[in-house]
C-alpha cells in the first residue's frame, strides 16, 4: 500500500477538547478523518525475543492490532466530562474559583486544554466523584496502588512532551494550597508540597513552582490572580532531585576503618536510617504532616516486581547495564517516599510523565502503563492538536534494502561495524575519527538538511539559531561523532598538536586557521552524569577538558563580577546544557549537543530541529522520550481558524512511527514581544484600593425581624435534583436498595436549626464582621415558618434534603430575601467582603503580555502599561484620562483581582469593569470611578451594568471604608472626556442640597 502522507497534521485548536481525529487502519495512520475525540490507548510493544542468538526486527507501526484501549481511563474521563458539562458541582468554592479563571476566555495567556482537564481530573476525583455515585473510581485506583505501590496512594497524568506538565503542577499546589486555606480543617487538602525530580536540570528549572522566585509560574503563566498569590506564599514547598534519597555516610572514615567496621557487621552504623534520610531530606518541611509529594518524569518511579524471570536475561552489554542503572534509581526513589510516608505522612502523590510505562528491568513488560493512571493527553493528541512539534521520520530511500529506510533503523545497521565500546579508553577515539558509511551518510544528509533551515534562519536573525542534537549509546561513541562533528587534534612527530577542522562548517569549533575558537558551536555533554549532582568521570572529564576551560573564559567575560572559582566544571557544563537556544545565556551560541546515553528530560531548548540517533531503541517507549527533546514549540500564537502553525522536527536513526508528513522547510512564527506589566515603586503614592466584594446584604433594624412571603419565597425539593432511592442489580444474586434514610431520620428541628445559622452567619454581621447572635431567635421563628408554609415537597423527597450545603444555600438566600422585603424604608445596603482579605490594591499587579500595550505617564498610574484586548480604545481612552486634569491617577482592571459579583440566570458570575479612576469632583476627598466601555451588545451586559449600579455601588458606599464610588458607562472612547464630566455634573447635581 502507498505511503500515506498528511499535509498538515493539526486538527484541533490547543485550547479546547479534541474533536477530530486520524483514524488507524490495517497499515498503520490514514489520513481520513474521524469527527470525535481519540480515545485513550496504548502501543503494544512486541515481545523480546527468548531465543539466544535470534533478532526480532522491531515492528513500530501503529496498527489496531497492536493498540490496547485504556479502559479505565476513558471510563474516568467520560464521568470528567458529564460533571464538566454539568456545571462541577459538589466542590469547594474555592475550586470553582479556581476552575472559572483557569477557563476564562477573556485570558490574557489561555490554558492549554489539556492542563485543565489534568486539574478537572483530579479535582473530580477528590472532591466530587463519591458524592457523584464513582466512588469505584478511589477503589479502582487503591486496587492498583495497592497491588504495585502497596505503602503509598497514587495518581498519574499522562502528557506529551511540551503540552504543560509544570503549569500543571502549579495549578496542583495552587488548588490544594488555597483550599487548605480556606478550611485548615478539610483533611483532603495541604499547604505543604515535595517535589521530586530525577535529576537537577529539572530540580533548578522547577523554582517556578516557588511563589517568590522572580519567575513564578504563578505570575508568569496567570495561574492566580496577584492578589492571591500573596495568600500562596503562605504554602511550604521543597524541590529535591530524588538522589538526595540515598543514604548518605553519617561520618568521615577511612577507607580501611570502613572495610574493617563492615567486616565485623558494623558498617551499617556508618549509614543514615529511613528516618534520619527523611530528616535530612525535608528539613525545610519544618513540622508539618501529611503532605503532597509531586513526581516530575515519573516513569523512572516504581516497586520492581518481586521474583519474576522477566526479559532481562536476555539483555546484553549497554541495555544490561541500563537496565541495572534503571532498576536502582527506580529503587532508591521509591523507597524514598516510602520513607517519608512513614516518617511525616503522605496524602496522595501526584505523578507527572509523558511516557508513564514501566521500563525494562521493571519486572513487567516493558511498555505496560502505570495502572493508576487517571488521564491522558497523549503524543499523537498533541500533534493534532499543534501543542508539539511534528516529528518526521524517513519513510523511504533509494537503497531499497531492508523493511526500513537505512536512516530510520539505523542502529541495526551500524551496531556491529567496529565502533568503539564503553570503557576501552579515550587513548582508542583519538586520532582521526572514522565512522560507518551509514553513520556519515546520516550526519550529511540530516546536516544538509538542517544548513537550510538554519541559512533561513541567517537571514531572519529571529531568536537563537536551531539546534541539532545526537544521541549515543556511550562515551566513546559520543566523543568519536563529536570529534567528526567539531573538529580534533593531530599529533605530529614532534608532539605538537595540529587543530583539524570538522566536517560541518557551522558545527566547527575551529576557525579555519588550525586554532580553537572561544566559543564553541558544538558541545559535547555527559548529562546522566551531570544530573546525579556527583563528580563527572574522569575520562569524560579528561575529554572535555577544552571546552570546559573555553565556556570558563567565556563565563569571565560574561559576568566579571561573579567568582568563577566558585564555579565546579559541572555547574558550568551544566549551565551550559540548560541555556542551549536561550539568549543572553552562556549556551545561546550552541548549535549542536552530542549527548553520551540519553538527553536529560527536562532539557527544555524549543529550537531542537534535528534529532539523530546512533544507539538501541527496544521499544516505541524509548523512541518517545528521546524525540521528547526536540517537541518543544518556537511560536503558540494561533492563526485566523484558531489552529497553530504546523512546526517540525527532523529525525534519524529513531525508528518511530507516527504521523508521515510533507512540508517544505518553513522559519516557525516567533511569539509576540512581551511585555511586563507591573506596579512601580517610584510610583507608590499612586497606588489605588479597592473592596473586594463577595455578595451583598441588608443592614436592618435590630429590635425585631419579620419575613414578608412572596411566590419567590417558596422552594421545592425533588428527586430530580437528587436520587433518593437507587436499586443495584448484580449479574446474579440478590437486588440491592441505596437509600437516603441516614438523612432522612435527622429531626426537622436540626434542619430548622442548619438554615437559621447559615442566614445568621451569611447575611447578619456588624461591620467589623461580628455576628449579631440576638437576631438568632428571631430567625430561627421565621426560618421554621418558611419551612412550614414556603417548601414544596414532590415526590419522595423530604425536609431534611435541605441539610445538603447547596439546598441550605438556596433556602437561606430566600429567607433572607423575605425578611429584607418585610423592612421597605429602614433598611441598608452592605456589601459582603471577603474574609480575611477585604480589600485589594494595585500594588501586586505584575505579569507579562503579548498584546498590545500603551505605556502609562508615570504620574497617572501606579502600573506601568495598559493592556489593549482591541486596536485602539483602550490606548485612546487611557490618553483621554491622562490629558484631564480632574483625574488623579487610574488602572486598568487587567489581572488586578477587582469584580464585581452578579446573578445570571440563577448562576452566580463575576464582572470585570474596564477602568478604575480617582476623580477630583471638588469634594474632599477624591470619587473613585468605574468606567466601563460599552461595545457590542450582549445579554448579561444589562445584569452586570444593574448589578454595579443598583447593588454594589450603594453597598459600598453605604459601608463608608472605601471612600465614595460611583459607576459610569462610555459609549464612545473618543468623546471619553465630555462625558465622563457631564456624567459627574448629573451626579452632583442630582445629590440633595
Request: hydrophobic content about 35%.
Given at each position: 500500500?502507498?505511503?500515506?502522507?498528511?499535509?498538515?497534521?493539526?486538527?484541533?485548536?490547543?485550547?479546547?477538547?479534541?474533536?477530530?481525529?486520524?483514524?488507524?487502519?490495517?497499515?498503520?495512520?490514514?489520513?481520513?478523518?474521524?469527527?470525535?475525540?481519540?480515545?485513550?490507548?496504548?502501543?503494544?510493544?512486541?515481545?523480546?525475543?527468548?531465543?539466544?542468538?535470534?533478532?526480532?526486527?522491531?515492528?513500530?507501526?501503529?496498527?489496531?492490532?497492536?493498540?490496547?484501549?485504556?479502559?479505565?481511563?476513558?471510563?474516568?474521563?467520560?464521568?470528567?466530562?458529564?460533571?464538566?458539562?454539568?456545571?462541577?458541582?459538589?466542590?469547594?468554592?474555592?475550586?470553582?474559583?479556581?476552575?472559572?479563571?483557569?477557563?476564562?476566555?477573556?485570558?490574557?495567556?489561555?490554558?492549554?486544554?489539556?492542563?485543565?482537564?489534568?486539574?478537572?481530573?483530579?479535582?473530580?476525583?477528590?472532591?466530587?466523584?463519591?458524592?457523584?455515585?464513582?466512588?469505584?473510581?478511589?477503589?479502582?485506583?487503591?486496587?492498583?496502588?495497592?497491588?504495585?505501590?502497596?505503602?503509598?496512594?497514587?495518581?498519574?497524568?499522562?502528557?506529551?512532551?511540551?503540552?504543560?506538565?509544570?503549569?500543571?503542577?502549579?495549578?496542583?499546589?495552587?488548588?490544594?494550597?488555597?483550599?487548605?486555606?480556606?478550611?485548615?480543617?478539610?483533611?483532603?487538602?495541604?499547604?505543604?508540597?515535595?517535589?521530586?525530580?530525577?535529576?537537577?536540570?529539572?530540580?533548578?528549572?522547577l523554582r517556578v513552582l516557588l511563589p517568590n522566585d522572580p519567575t513564578?509560574?504563578?505570575?508568569?503563566r496567570d495561574i492566580l490572580p496577584a492578589d492571591r498569590q500573596v495568600?500562596?506564599?503562605?504554602?511550604?514547598?521543597?524541590?529535591?532531585?530524588?538522589?538526595?534519597?540515598?543514604?548518605?555516610?553519617?561520618?568521615?572514615?577511612?577507607?580501611?576503618?570502613?572495610?574493617?567496621?563492615?567486616?565485623?557487621?558494623?558498617?551499617?552504623?556508618?549509614?543514615?536510617?529511613?528516618?534520619?534520610?527523611?530528616?535530612?531530606?525535608?528539613?525545610?518541611?519544618?513540622?508539618?504532616?501529611?503532605?503532597?509529594?509531586?513526581?516530575?518524569?515519573?516513569?523512572?518511579?516504581?516497586?520492581?516486581?518481586?521474583?519474576?524471570?522477566?526479559?532481562?536475561?536476555?539483555?546484553?552489554?549497554?541495555?544490561?547495564?541500563?537496565?541495572?542503572?534503571?532498576?536502582?534509581?527506580?529503587?532508591?526513589?521509591?523507597?524514598?517516599?516510602?520513607?517519608?510516608?512513614?516518617?511525616?505522612?503522605?496524602?496522595?502523590?501526584?505523578?507527572?510523565?509523558?511516557?508513564?510505562?514501566?521500563?525494562?528491568?521493571?519486572?513487567?513488560r516493558e511498555g505496560t502503563l502505570f495502572p493508576w493512571v487517571v488521564?491522558?493527553?497523549?503524543?499523537?493528541?498533541?500533534?493534532?492538536?499543534?501543542?508539539?512539534?511534528?516529528?518526521?521520520?524517513?519513510?523511504?530511500?533509494?537503497?531499497?534494502?531492508?523493511?526500513?529506510?537505512?536512516?530510520?533503523?539505523?542502529?541495526?545497521?551500524?551496531?556491529?561495524?567496529?565502533?568503539?565500546?564503553?570503557?576501552?579508553?579515550?587513548?582508542?577515539?583519538?586520532?582521526?575519527?572514522?565512522?560507518?558509511?551509514?553513520?556519515?551518510?546520516?550526519?550529511?544528509?540530516?546536516?544538509?538538511?538542517?544548513?537550510?533551515?538554519?541559512?533561513?534562519?541567517?537571514?531572519?536573525?529571529?531568536?537563537?539559531?536551531?539546534?541539532?542534537?545526537?544521541?549515543?549509546?556511550?562515551?566513546?561513541?559520543?566523543?568519536?561523532?563529536?570529534?567528526?562533528?567539531?573538529?580534533?587534534?593531530?599529533?605530529?612527530?614532534?608532539?605538537?598538536?595540529?587543530?583539524?577542522?570538522?566536517?560541518?562548517?557551522?558545527?566547527?569549533?575551529?576557525?579555519?586557521?588550525?586554532?580553537?575558537?572561544?566559543?564553541?558551536?558544538?558541545?559535547?555533554?555527559?548529562?546522566?552524569?551531570?544530573?546525579?549532582?556527583?563528580?563527572?568521570?574522569?575520562?569524560?572529564?579528561?575529554?572535555?577538558?577544552?571546552?570546559?576551560?573555553?565556556?570558563?573564559?567565556?563565563?569571565?567575560?560574561?559576568?566579571?563580577?561573579?567568582?568563577?572559582?566558585?564555579?565546579?566544571?559541572?555547574?558550568?557544563?551544566?549551565?551550559?546544557?540548560?541555556?542551549?537556544?536561550?539568549?543572553?545565556?552562556?549556551?545561546?551560541?550552541?548549535?549542536?549537543?552530542?549527548?553520551?546515553?540519553?538527553?536529560?528530560?527536562?532539557?527544555?531548548?524549543?529550537?531542537?530541529?534535528?534529532?539523530?540517533?546512533?544507539?538501541?531503541?527496544?521499544?516505541?517507549?524509548?523512541?518517545?522520550?528521546?524525540?521528547?527533546?526536540?517537541?518543544?514549540?518556537?511560536?503558540?500564537?494561533?492563526?485566523?481558524?484558531?489552529?497553530?502553525?504546523?512546526?517540525?522536527?527532523?529525525?534519524?536513526?529513531?525508528?518511530?512511527?507516527?504521523?508521515?508528513?510533507?512540508?517544505?522547510?518553513?522559519?516557525?512564527?516567533?511569539?509576540?514581544?512581551?511585555?511586563?506589566?507591573?506596579?512601580?515603586?517610584?510610583?507608590?503614592?499612586?497606588?489605588?484600593?479597592?473592596?473586594?466584594?463577595?455578595?451583598?446584604?441588608?443592614?436592618?433594624?435590630?429590635?425585631?425581624?419579620?419575613?414578608?412571603?412572596?411566590?419567590?419565597?417558596?422552594?421545592?425539593?425533588?428527586?430530580?435534583?437528587?436520587?433518593?432511592?437507587?436499586?443495584?442489580?448484580?449479574?446474579?444474586?440478590?437486588?440491592?436498595?441505596?437509600?437516603?434514610?441516614?438523612?432522612?431520620?435527622?429531626?426537622?428541628?436540626?434542619?430548622?436549626?442548619?438554615?437559621?445559622?447559615?442566614?445568621?452567619?451569611?447575611?447578619?454581621?456588624?461591620?467589623?464582621?461580628?455576628?449579631?447572635?440576638?437576631?438568632?431567635?428571631?430567625?430561627?421563628?421565621?426560618?421554621?415558618?418558611?419551612?412550614?408554609?414556603?417548601?414544596?415537597?414532590?415526590?419522595?423527597?423530604?425536609?431534611?434534603?435541605?441539610?445538603?450545603?447547596?439546598?441550605?444555600?438556596?433556602?437561606?438566600?430566600?429567607?433572607?430575601?423575605?425578611?429584607?422585603?418585610?423592612?421597605?424604608?429602614?433598611?441598608?445596603?452592605?456589601?459582603?467582603?471577603?474574609?480575611?482579605?477585604?480589600?485589594?490594591?494595585?500594588?501586586?499587579?505584575?505579569?507579562?503580555?503579548?498584546?498590545?500595550?500603551?505605556?502609562?505617564?508615570?504620574?497617572?498610574?501606579?502600573?506601568?502599561?495598559?493592556?489593549?484586548?482591541?486596536?485602539?480604545?483602550?490606548?485612546?481612552?487611557?490618553?483621554?484620562?491622562?490629558?484631564?486634569?480632574?483625574?488623579?491617577?487610574?488602572?486598568?482592571?487587567?489581572?488586578?483581582?477587582?469584580?464585581?459579583?452578579?446573578?445570571?440566570?440563577?448562576?452566580?458570575?463575576?464582572?470585570?469593569?474596564?477602568?478604575?479612576?480617582?476623580?477630583?469632583?471638588?469634594?474632599?476627598?477624591?470619587?473613585?470611578?468605574?468606567?466601563?466601555?460599552?461595545?457590542?451588545?450582549?445579554?448579561?451586559?444589562?445584569?452586570?451594568?444593574?448589578?454595579?449600579?443598583?447593588?454594589?455601588?450603594?453597598?459600598?458606599?453605604?459601608?463608608?471604608?472605601?471612600?465614595?464610588?460611583?459607576?459610569?458607562?462610555?459609549?464612545?472612547?473618543?468623546?471619553?472626556?465630555?462625558?465622563?464630566?457631564?456624567?459627574?455634573?448629573?451626579?452632583?447635581?442630582?445629590?440633595?442640597?
Open positions: 500500500m502507498p505511503q500515506v502522507i498528511i499535509e498538515n497534521p493539526i486538527l484541533n485548536s490547543p485550547f479546547a477538547e479534541p474533536a477530530r481525529h486520524f483514524k488507524f487502519a490495517k497499515t498503520g495512520i490514514t489520513n481520513e478523518v474521524e469527527d470525535s475525540r481519540r480515545i485513550s490507548s496504548y502501543f503494544m510493544p512486541i515481545p523480546q525475543p527468548k531465543k539466544k542468538g535470534k533478532q526480532l526486527t522491531f515492528d513500530t507501526e501503529w496498527t489496531p492490532d497492536r493498540i490496547e484501549e485504556n479502559k479505565f481511563i476513558n471510563r474516568v474521563r467520560s464521568r470528567v466530562n458529564l460533571w464538566r458539562q454539568g456545571g462541577y458541582t459538589e466542590i469547594t468554592k474555592t475550586s470553582r474559583f479556581l476552575l472559572d479563571y483557569w477557563k476564562n476566555s477573556d485570558r490574557e495567556r489561555p490554558l492549554f486544554f489539556c492542563q485543565i482537564e489534568a486539574l478537572e481530573t483530579a479535582i473530580y476525583i477528590t472532591e466530587a466523584a463519591k458524592k457523584c455515585g464513582d466512588a469505584w473510581i478511589e477503589n479502582d485506583l487503591r486496587r492498583f496502588n495497592d497491588e504495585t505501590n502497596p505503602e503509598i496512594f497514587r495518581l498519574a497524568f499522562k502528557m506529551a512532551t511540551g503540552s504543560g506538565k509544570t503549569v500543571v503542577m502549579a495549578m496542583l499546589i495552587a488548588w490544594h494550597a488555597l483550599n487548605k486555606f480556606a478550611n485548615p480543617q478539610d483533611a483532603r487538602f495541604s499547604d505543604t508540597f515535595l517535589i521530586v525530580t530525577p535529576g537537577i536540570t529539572i530540580r533548578d528549572r513564578s509560574y504563578y505570575r508568569e495568600e500562596l506564599r503562605k504554602s511550604t514547598i521543597l524541590i529535591t532531585n530524588f538522589h538526595a534519597f540515598k543514604p548518605r555516610e553519617k561520618y568521615a572514615v577511612a577507607r580501611l576503618t570502613k572495610k574493617l567496621l563492615t567486616r565485623n557487621g558494623e558498617g551499617k552504623q556508618l549509614i543514615e536510617s529511613p528516618d534520619e534520610m527523611v530528616r535530612r531530606v525535608c528539613r525545610e518541611l519544618g513540622n508539618k504532616k501529611n503532605i503532597i509529594v509531586i513526581n516530575d518524569e515519573a516513569h523512572h518511579c516504581y516497586r520492581s516486581k518481586p521474583d519474576v524471570d522477566d526479559e532481562e536475561g536476555v539483555l546484553k552489554g549497554d541495555e544490561r547495564r541500563e537496565a541495572k542503572k534503571r532498576e536502582e534509581a527506580a529503587r532508591i526513589w521509591i523507597t524514598g517516599l516510602e520513607a517519608v510516608k512513614a516518617k511525616i505522612g503522605v496524602r496522595v502523590i501526584y505523578d507527572l510523565s509523558a511516557t508513564p510505562f514501566f521500563l525494562r528491568g521493571s519486572g513487567y488521564s491522558d493527553f497523549s503524543l499523537i493528541d498533541a500533534i493534532e492538536s499543534g501543542i508539539v512539534k511534528i516529528p518526521r521520520v524517513p519513510v523511504s530511500d533509494d537503497q531499497m534494502k531492508g523493511d526500513q529506510p537505512t536512516y530510520r533503523d539505523l542502529w541495526t545497521r551500524i551496531k556491529d561495524a567496529g565502533l568503539p565500546k564503553k570503557g576501552r579508553g579515550t587513548a582508542e577515539v583519538s586520532g582521526e575519527p572514522k565512522l560507518p558509511k551509514e553513520l556519515q551518510g546520516a550526519l550529511h544528509s540530516l546536516y544538509g538538511n538542517y544548513e537550510k533551515t538554519y541559512r533561513l534562519w541567517e537571514s531572519h536573525r529571529r531568536g537563537t539559531p536551531p539546534v541539532f542534537i545526537v544521541v549515543c549509546n556511550n562515551t566513546n561513541v559520543s566523543k568519536l561523532v563529536y570529534d567528526y562533528v567539531a573538529g580534533w587534534e593531530k599529533t605530529l612527530k614532534n608532539g605538537n598538536a595540529v587543530v583539524q577542522a570538522g566536517n560541518f562548517d557551522i558545527f566547527r569549533n575551529d576557525d579555519g586557521n588550525g586554532v580553537w575558537l572561544s566559543r564553541p558551536n558544538s558541545l559535547l555533554i555527559d548529562s546522566e552524569q551531570l544530573e546525579s549532582g556527583e563528580a563527572m568521570n574522569p575520562d569524560f572529564k579528561k575529554i572535555a577538558a577544552r571546552e570546559i576551560d573555553e565556556f570558563k573564559a567565556e563565563y569571565r567575560e560574561r559576568f566579571p563580577d561573579r567568582d568563577i572559582s566558585k564555579l565546579t566544571d559541572e555547574d558550568l557544563l551544566r549551565e551550559v546544557m540548560n541555556t542551549v537556544g536561550k539568549p543572553g545565556k552562556l549556551g545561546e551560541h550552541i548549535k549542536c549537543v552530542v549527548s553520551v546515553s540519553m538527553l536529560t528530560e527536562g532539557w527544555d531548548a524549543n529550537t531542537v530541529t534535528h534529532i539523530l540517533g546512533v544507539r538501541a531503541f527496544g521499544t516505541q517507549l524509548l523512541c518517545e522520550q528521546v524525540i521528547g527533546r526536540g517537541l518543544r514549540r518556537i511560536s503558540y500564537t494561533p492563526g485566523d481558524d484558531g489552529l497553530l502553525t504546523p512546526e517540525y522536527a527532523e529525525v534519524y536513526g529513531v525508528p518511530f512511527s507516527f504521523i508521515p508528513c510533507s512540508k517544505s522547510i518553513v522559519i516557525p512564527v516567533p511569539p509576540p514581544a512581551v511585555t511586563r506589566v507591573r506596579a512601580l515603586e517610584d510610583r507608590a503614592d499612586l497606588e489605588m484600593r479597592f473592596p473586594r466584594v463577595i455578595g451583598y446584604r441588608y443592614d436592618m433594624p435590630s429590635e425585631k425581624l419579620e419575613a414578608k412571603f412572596t411566590a419567590d419565597s417558596k422552594m421545592a425539593l425533588t428527586t430530580a435534583d437528587i436520587p433518593t432511592k437507587v436499586q443495584l442489580d448484580p449479574i446474579v444474586g440478590e437486588t440491592s436498595i441505596h437509600t437516603l434514610d441516614d438523612l432522612k431520620r435527622k429531626r426537622e428541628q436540626e434542619v430548622v436549626f442548619s438554615l437559621s445559622k447559615r442566614v445568621l452567619e451569611k447575611y447578619f454581621k456588624d461591620d467589623e464582621g461580628n455576628l449579631k447572635h440576638w437576631l438568632f431567635p428571631d430567625i430561627l421563628r421565621i426560618a421554621r415558618h418558611w419551612l412550614r408554609e414556603c417548601l414544596v415537597l414532590k415526590d419522595d423527597a423530604f425536609p431534611q434534603m435541605l441539610l445538603l450545603i447547596e439546598f441550605t444555600h438556596d433556602a437561606s438566600d430566600k429567607i433572607h430575601r423575605a425578611i429584607a422585603e418585610n423592612v421597605r424604608d429602614d433598611k441598608t445596603l452592605k456589601p459582603i467582603l471577603r474574609p480575611y482579605d477585604p480589600a485589594g490594591t494595585t500594588r501586586h499587579v505584575d505579569f507579562n503580555t503579548a498584546k498590545p500595550v500603551y505605556e502609562t505617564r508615570p504620574d497617572k498610574s501606579h502600573i506601568s502599561h495598559v493592556v489593549a484586548d482591541t486596536d485602539t480604545w483602550e490606548q485612546k481612552l487611557a490618553h483621554s484620562l491622562e490629558d484631564m486634569d480632574e483625574v488623579l491617577c487610574y488602572v486598568k482592571n487587567q489581572n488586578l483581582g477587582f469584580s464585581i459579583p452578579y446573578t445570571l440566570g440563577g448562576a452566580e458570575k463575576n464582572y470585570f469593569p474596564d477602568f478604575l479612576v480617582h476623580f477630583n469632583d471638588g469634594q474632599t476627598d477624591p470619587l473613585n470611578l468605574i468606567v466601563e466601555v460599552t461595545g457590542e451588545k450582549k445579554k448579561d451586559k444589562a445584569a452586570k451594568v444593574a448589578t454595579a449600579q443598583t447593588l454594589w455601588v450603594p453597598a459600598v458606599n453605604n459601608h463608608g471604608g472605601f471612600g465614595r464610588w460611583a459607576f459610569i458607562e462610555i459609549s464612545d472612547p473618543w468623546d471619553a472626556k465630555n462625558l465622563i464630566r457631564s456624567s459627574i455634573l448629573n451626579k452632583l447635581e442630582s445629590q440633595p442640597a
